[in-house]
């Protein structure tokens, strides 16, 4: 009995700790001031990022390398997302030169690819753009600002799982990845029993092999 | 060993199960340095104060009548069946740390073994045997595992709660494998669904078949094709671009292979496992046969994992652990121990030495790697390197080691971050101490000259193999394979026709990075590395590899030959935050 009384003081303390962590975000990232192609003054952080899924890439307007065929790729990927995108998944891209990036210059490509609301070209001070290159890992090839423009990073801040995968990736296959981290987000369904489970492979749709002899 | 505070269940009974509910504490996060070195700090630990940890073997539980149907033609009265699952628990990786909460395989038997870090170490015997009532050769009846997914259905963190558990190493039909993602348009006879989420299960068997022998007319007695195992596999989990997170919160175990003490396997070639019994080799065996899996992992104060879901160069932790444990000890005999090392690590790399506490060298015999015993054993050497996913096992000789000596396995190879080691140091950390006790005692195991040979591949079958070349580049920060970027496994960028020879050479043009490349299916034979001679311990006639380290602007050529199951499988980078940013391709296996 007293094992017990212990055992509910014990969980009684999780739980008032898990209720302070579940607000708390997993992953902090630098809540620094930038603009959308708008003009709207943001943070990246409150404004972009929590609580949702998002998509994220480096890229500079007027690269004319690896950066129009990725903008190409993601303009897929955001027919792919659907109405998703804009509701709980959005798009940002960084600017990594946002000297020549103005809001204006980022409207104009933005609009030269013909993005949907929920996709952001951000730009902001160097200095913040830095810090965020840095927190993604994005700036580890030297001071050269081109590489890692081909990496996209995608995660659900709600839930704090993150990857990262090629921008030029299969662009059905990114927004699959991506809607994969967005459901667990959406549904809050209750554990189910340990052996109530469904085998995934116990009545195959496909079975033609008999043999394992070559013919 | 390990203490779970209270269980889900238990929680659930109380009532107190709340949607926020955290095991042990918020998770925490690391951030490199703009230096880009390693900055994390985990707690400080004590050496030397726990012993080393040694994952029991799992329990059969009764056949499972809703078994999958894919592996019918296997399943007989001598199939074994296995329930696991992966679950959240508290561990204890050092009596100075509080729990961990990791993700952990567990045996679901009612007589299973407290469980550990680790999942169960599988250990099972290889066929075919000779059958003793007919004296005609007979397969083994092989393992079914039903892998079932209990991991927390509100999981925040790193790490996703769907799983594919991959048999590193293994030779099994392709469903059996661990495919990393679903397919939309899978080749016939393989599942739409491979990957289980929660609250789900999956059916995996494996034959534990010598390659060949399904194949061969002659029952698989052919020495070449049938020489890959037994060998040091291990299971983890495999999931698309999250591998490294999941294999990090522990989804990780042993499966050892033995040959059968009735093996066709010529007596003097078999690793039956027991010292004592002269059906086969007779290497140290039992309590003197010890898997070693060797992982670096950080701990923030309050005992949780911490990990940095954005270090794509590959996840760098400042605790060695071996086994779950951070510098355990283990108490020797003077006599001879079979040691198997496994870098289950997502990106260090290591260079392991015997030595004594003063750093003087002591001498190893290397006597097996990933395809098994080696042609003979490499005697006398003071270090191996140890690359993710290898596996090197070696014979250490206490005896000559008075009473009270400690002994050390340091490694000296730095590492700062996922790229590549830094330097060969001339010390370095101790990451597991040897105290040697007592009067020498009689040993039976040996190891002889010679231990499984095998023939080298015939010039003939080079000659005729299909070549293809792999170069693993960077572009722009992300990775590719052959030009195309990688990461697309919803097609095949190969098609090796079944029971035909190839000859791979993999490429390393990425610049600064190092790749371990890992070949699902079968067993490769390095044929030169950089042109030349690879050296012994992994040159074709001596061993067989299923993961080829990459240096800087490396080329290493390896002849592989795929038999019995058509694909899809998988090759990719081992590193595993490289994996995980789709450093990977699929090759489909035809007819």
């Given at each position: 009995m007293a094992r017990l009384r212990t055992a509910a003081a014990a969980t009684l303390l999780l739980v008032v700790a898990a209720a302070a962590n579940a607000a708390a975000p997993v992953e902090t990232f630098p809540n620094?001031?930038?603009?959308?192609?708008?003009?709207?003054?943001?943070?990246?952080?409150?404004?972009?990022?929590k609580g949702k899924v998002v998509l994220i890439n480096f890229f500079f307007t007027s690269c004319t390398s690896i950066c129009p065929r990725t903008t190409g790729n993601l303009v897929k990927v955001e027919e792919a997302l659907g109405e998703r995108l804009g509701r709980d998944v959005v798009m940002i891209s960084?600017?990594?030169?946002?000297?020549?990036?103005?809001?204006a210059v980022l409207q104009q490509y933005a609009r030269r690819y013909g993005t949907r609301p929920g996709w952001h070209f951000v730009t902001g001070d160097p200095k913040d753009l830095e810090s965020l290159r840095r927190r993604l890992g994005a700036n580890r090839d030297g001071g050269d600002k081109t590489q890692h423009t081909g990496i996209l990073f995608y995660g659900n801040d709600a839930t704090g799982q993150w990857a990262a995968t090629p921008a030029m990736g299969d662009p059905q296959g990114i927004a699959r990845s991506v809607l994969r981290l967005a459901r667990p987000a959406a549904a809050t369904a209750p554990p189910p029993g340990p052996r109530t489970a469904s085998a995934t492979n116990r009545s195959p749709t496909r079975r033609t092999r008999t043999s394992c002899r070559p013919t | 060993m390990v203490q779970p505070r209270l269980s889900r269940r238990d929680l659930l009974k109380l009532g107190l199960l709340g949607t926020g509910y955290i095991a042990l504490g918020p998770e925490h996060q690391y951030v490199r340095a703009e230096s880009d070195g390693f900055t994390f700090r985990s707690p400080a630990t004590r050496p030397w104060l726990a012993e080393l940890p040694s994952p029991s073997p799992p329990q059969q539980v009764a056949p499972l009548a809703d078994r999958s149907a894919d592996y019918s033609r296997f399943i007989d009265g001598d199939t074994e069946f296995y329930e696991i699952e992966a679950v959240e628990r508290a561990v204890?990786?050092?009596?100075?740390?509080?729990?961990?909460?990791?993700?952990?395989?567990?045996?679901?038997?009612?007589?299973?073994?407290?469980?550990?870090?680790?999942?169960?170490?599988?250990?099972?015997?290889?066929?075919?045997?000779?059958?003793?009532?007919?004296?005609?050769?007979?397969?083994?009846?092989?393992?079914?595992?039903?892998?079932?997914?209990?991991?927390?259905?509100?999981?925040?963190?790193?790490?996703?709660?769907?799983?594919?558990?991959?048999?590193?190493?293994?030779?099994?039909?392709?469903?059996?494998?661990?495919?990393?993602?679903?397919?939309?348009?899978?080749?016939?006879?393989?599942?739409?669904?491979?990957?289980?989420?929660?609250?789900?299960?999956?059916?995996?068997?494996?034959?534990?078949?010598?390659p060949g022998f399904v194949t061969d007319d002659d029952g698989g007695l052919d020495h070449q094709d049938c020489g890959d195992t037994p060998s040091t596999l291990w299971y983890h989990d495999h999931l698309l671009d999250f591998t490294g997170p999941n294999a990090y919160r522990?989804?990780?175990?042993?499966?050892?292979?033995?040959?059968?003490?009735?093996?066709?396997?010529?007596?003097?070639?078999?690793?039956?496992?027991?010292?004592?019994?002269?059906?086969?080799?007779?290497?140290?065996?039992g309590p003197f046969d010890i898997p070693l899996v060797i992982q670096d992992k950080a701990f923030a104060a309050d005992g949780s994992l911490v990990y940095s879901s954005f270090d794509d160069d590959g996840f760098i932790g400042d605790k060695i652990c071996v086994n779950g444990a951070i510098q355990p000890y283990l108490r020797v005999q003077r006599r001879k121990y079979r040691f198997r090392f496994l870098n289950g690590s997502n990106a260090r790399i290591y260079q392991i030495f015997l030595a004594?506490?003063?750093?003087?060298?002591?001498?190893?015999?290397?006597?097996?790697?990933?395809?098994?015993?080696?042609?003979?054993?490499?005697?006398?050497?003071?270090?191996?390197?140890?690359?993710?996913?290898?596996?090197?096992?070696?014979?250490?000789?206490?005896?000559?080691?008075?009473?009270?000596?400690?002994?050390?396995?340091?490694?000296?190879?730095?590492?700062?971050?996922?790229?590549?080691?830094?330097?060969l140091l001339s010390r370095g950390p101790q990451i597991l101490k040897f105290i040697v006790e007592g009067e020498p005692v009689e040993d039976p195991s040996v190891v002889p000259g010679v231990l499984r040979p095998f023939p080298k591949v015939r010039d003939q079958d080079k000659?005729?193999?299909?070549?293809?070349?792999?170069?693993?580049?960077?572009?722009?920060?992300?990775?590719?394979?052959?030009?195309?970027?990688?990461?697309?496994?919803?097609r095949p960028i190969a098609r090796p026709r079944?029971?035909?020879?190839?000859?791979?050479?993999?490429?390393?043009?990425?610049?600064?990075?190092?790749?371990?490349?890992?070949?699902?299916?079968?067993?490769?034979?390095?044929?030169?590395?950089?042109?030349?001679?690879?050296?012994l311990d992994e040159r074709d006639g001596m061993a067989k590899k299923d993961t080829m380290l990459l240096r800087d602007n490396e080329t290493v050529e390896v002849f592989i030959k795929f038999t019995d199951h058509p694909g899809p499988w998988v090759f990719h980078c081992h590193n595993m935050e490289h994996e995980d940013m789709a450093m990977m391709a699929r090759f489909d296996t035809v007819r």
């Open positions: 620094v001031a930038l603009r959308t192609q708008d003009g709207t003054p943001v943070r990246f952080y409150d404004d972009l990022v960084i600017t990594v030169d946002p000297k020549t990036d103005t809001p | 204890s990786f050092h009596p100075d740390l509080p729990q961990t909460a990791i993700w952990g395989y567990r045996d679901m038997s009612p007589f299973a073994a407290p469980p550990s870090v680790l999942g169960p170490t599988f250990i099972q015997q290889f066929g075919p045997a000779l059958d003793p009532l007919t004296g005609r050769p007979k397969r083994a009846g092989g393992v079914l595992v039903r892998h079932h997914n209990n991991l927390p259905y509100d999981h925040r963190g790193f790490g996703v709660t769907r799983n594919t558990v991959h048999f590193h190493g293994g030779h099994v039909q392709a469903q059996a494998d661990g495919f990393p993602e679903d397919l939309l348009n899978p080749p016939a006879g393989f599942p739409n669904k491979v990957v289980f989420g929660r609250g789900e299960h999956y059916d995996y068997f494996y034959p534990l078949l010598d522990g989804l990780a175990g042993f499966f050892l292979v033995f040959d059968d003490p009735n093996s066709t396997v010529p007596k003097s070639a078999r690793d039956v496992g027991d010292e004592t019994d002269d059906r086969g080799l007779r290497l140290p065996s004594n506490g003063s750093g003087v060298k002591q001498p190893m015999t290397q006597i097996a790697t990933e395809g098994g015993l080696l042609a003979e054993p490499i005697r006398d050497i003071s270090s191996v390197l140890l690359y993710m996913a290898e596996r090197i096992e070696v014979v250490i000789d206490f005896t000559n080691f008075a009473h009270g000596t400690e002994l050390f396995f340091e490694n000296r190879l730095r590492q700062d971050e996922g790229r590549k080691p830094d330097e000659q005729t193999a299909v070549r293809r070349t792999f170069e693993f580049e960077r572009s722009h920060g992300a990775w590719a394979i052959n030009g195309e970027l990688a990461g697309q496994l919803q079944l029971g035909y020879g190839e000859i791979w050479r993999l490429v390393n043009k990425s610049g600064g990075w190092w790749h371990p490349i890992h070949i699902h299916s079968d067993f490769s034979r390095v044929l030169t590395r950089n042109g030349k001679l690879p050296p």
